[in-house]
């Protein structure tokens, strides 16, 4: 058992009786991963510091290495050294580099001694490993993850041109022609993988072929692969490279002959493999089921699934687990949004209040460009007023800029899920709070702020910004991260920003509940669809009995968790685990508690899985407590 809610720490806290205090101790103990033993930071200045900062070094240059493997990784965090080229993205590529990180963990224990070694220190050297054992136990299910579907190579590539293919030089033209021309390459060894796929028997739902099928459509439509107006990614080289001639940077005549180089690539590369994929898909399609199905239809599903609620959770905890927590998490939510129902005067069910905000125009901007526009607009202004209230919550404060923009056409679906996409730590690039505006009934007003805080600040912007401006941790931890972690975090700071002050009227409050309340049907649907094999219709009817989400949005969601087993469970797991983790410095520290502090040591070393995280801060504040009960000299 974990501690559900805030609310259930201020029940135990007015308690008098030390048999209560020594009961809740004993719950939350309970609650722990098995083997949760809580580590001290008591001597951790007694190590060898040189030692630690060698194995920074050490880190650093095998992650230079690593990075390697993955051009586009390099150029998505800011690094042109490699612009020109894209990964190889093979099973046999996928094995050389589980081998060379193999023989990197084998070599970190034969160099360094872990006992010489300061606490943080001691976190890259368990990180790296965990690391490594993360990608070994992966390699094993490579073949169960849908190649085409949501996010699949089919919009991601197009989205990485127009979105991290920054053309300011010269140089940098010919990187985008390279990479338009190893294109077919790059998108061909994903067909062949999704090929092996299927002749193990694993195909995606039926639904992820059609996205994909759609999305395919929509990124050749227009000039140079038809008539049709001008593609995206034309526009996008076409913008880019004539942006350059304006400039000076290059001569016109040039830009010309780059843009003729680009055309050819485009039809002789990547129309054809996009029209091979395409083929396939639509061949396939026949093979497909018609009724979606959970990852327990896989081979070995019941392990792959387990196996991923472990990768998004960074827990122990099974799947009849995580579905009985949703379960209790629904039930205390719905109380919650109760209270609100009738603190409004609304005269019916909470069913009706459902279907009250679904309906009733006031909740949503209008479905046109200017309704949208709107929509940016606000989300702009939420974020801009938090940012005035972000001192007197956190010391470590992000650099990085952030704005809000719809969801590009050849990607953009009814109802999709509103994602966050990081900038670079120089601010060359600022991160991106992306949403999904083509149909506005989907995005209501009263969800906006808790979306804002989730998706901007002091959720994922934050956040991740502050992860890659910490200088003083080897490179790979201010770049990898932990589902369980980052969505914990964005479901925590949208429940912070009610302690921020963030939701001034019911509705909006109500909203914040709902999303959390989202979460929590999470937990009860995806281990229901994976594990408890419940079918598309029974996702879609508990969700919409228990939430305000309209219809089109839920649809869109459920498919999404068909899709990608396992991720939806971190959002509320890794929500619980950090509020757990201040209950109990809150607990120990009594007046010496300080939240900014608090949120500090959270965020002060980058992303940690659950265990991790809870055992630092855990350390931390039985340190504080400690000294702060120390009489004084």
């Not at 796929?197 to 694993?202: S, V």
């Not at 998490?329 to 209040?353: C, H, N, P, T, W």
């Not at 009250?356 to 801009?384: C, H, K, M, Q, W």
């Amino acid at each position: 058992m974990l501690i559900n809610s805030y609310r259930d720490y201020w029940f135990v806290k007015k308690q008098s009786s030390s048999c209560l205090w020594l009961c809740f101790f004993v719950l939350f103990l309970a609650g722990c991963q098995a083997g949760d033993e809580a580590v001290t930071d008591a001597g951790s200045l007694e190590v060898n510091n040189g030692e630690s900062e060698r194995l920074t070094e050490w880190l650093n240059d095998e992650y230079a290495q690593q990075l390697d493997f993955s051009p586009m990784t390099k150029t998505r965090l800011g690094d042109k050294t490699r612009n020109g080229e894209l990964d190889d993205v093979s099973e046999p590529a996928l094995f050389k580099q589980l081998d060379w990180y193999e023989d990197s963990v084998n070599r970190l224990r034969e160099d360094f001694d872990y006992s010489e070694l300061n606490n943080e220190a001691q976190r890259s050297y368990d990180l790296w490993v965990y690391h490594f054992r993360q990608a070994e136990t992966s390699l094993k299910y490579r073949r169960h993850a849908y190649i085409f579907g949501r996010y699949g190579p089919q919009s991601s590539l197009p989205n990485s041109f127009i979105n991290y293919q920054v053309v300011q030089t010269e140089q940098d033209v010919h990187d985008y022609v390279s990479r338009l021309n190893q294109s077919g390459r790059y998108l061909l060894q994903y067909l062949e993988r999704a090929k092996l796929a299927a002749t193990d028997g694993i195909r995606p739902p039926i639904f992820d072929y059609r996205l994909a099928i759609s999305e395919i459509q929509r990124v050749l439509k227009g000039y140079p692969f038809d008539t049709d107006g001008e593609s995206v990614l034309w526009m996008d080289v076409k913008e880019k490279v004539r942006g350059l001639s304006e400039s000076g940077v290059i001569e016109e005549k040039e830009a010309d002959d780059f843009l003729v180089q680009a055309q050819n690539e485009m039809l002789e590369q990547l129309l054809p493999a996009y029209r091979e994929i395409l083929e396939w898909l639509i061949e396939d399609l026949e093979k497909a089921s018609s009724v979606a199905q959970g990852a327990w239809a896989l081979p070995d599903g019941e392990a792959y699934y387990q196996h991923r609620l472990q990768q998004m959770t960074t827990t122990e905890l099974t799947a009849r687990e995580v579905h009985q927590i949703g379960l209790q998490e629904v039930a205390r939510i719905r109380m919650e949004m109760e209270q609100i129902k009738d603190s409004v005067g609304f005269d019916g069910s909470l069913a009706d209040f459902f279907s009250f905000l679904r309906e009733d125009d006031r909740f949503y901007f209008p479905n046109t460009d200017a309704g949208r526009a709107d929509y940016v607009a606000e989300a702009s202004e939420i974020l801009s007023e938090v940012d005035n209230m972000l001192p007197n919550f956190f010391g470590i404060l992000p650099k990085a800029g952030l704005e809000v923009r719809r969801v590009e056409a050849f990607r953009e679906q009814d109802g999709g899920a509103a994602h966050y996409r990081r900038g670079t730590a120089d601010g060359s690039r600022p991160g991106v709070f992306y949403a999904h505006l083509s149909d506005m009934r989907a995005v209501s007003k009263f969800r906006l702020p808790s979306l804002a805080f989730h998706e901007g600040l002091p959720g994922h912007h934050m956040q991740i910004s502050i992860q890659q401006e910490l200088n003083s941790l080897p490179v790979f931890r201010t770049h990898k991260g932990y589902t369980a972690f980052s969505e914990g975090w964005g479901l925590y700071a949208e429940w912070l920003g009610k302690e921020m002050g963030g939701y001034p009227d019911p509705y909006s409050d109500f909203g914040r509940l709902s999303g959390e309340m989202w979460r929590a049907i999470r937990l009860v649907v995806d281990t229901g669809i994976h594990a408890l094999r419940w079918t598309q219709t029974q996702a879609e009817v508990y969700a919409l009995e228990n939430s305000p989400r309209p219809e089109s949005s839920v649809k869109a969601e459920v498919r999404r968790y068909f899709n990608n087993p396992g991720q939806a469970t971190a959002y509320k797991i890794g929500m619980l685990r950090i509020q757990s983790a201040r209950v109990d410095a809150e607990l120990k520290m009594n007046d010496a508690f300080d939240l900014r502090n608090f949120h500090d040591q959270v965020l002060g070393s980058g992303q940690l899985p659950m265990k991790m995280l809870q055992d630092k801060l855990s350390a931390w504040s039985n340190q504080s407590s400690i000294t702060e009960i120390r009489p004084k000299p």
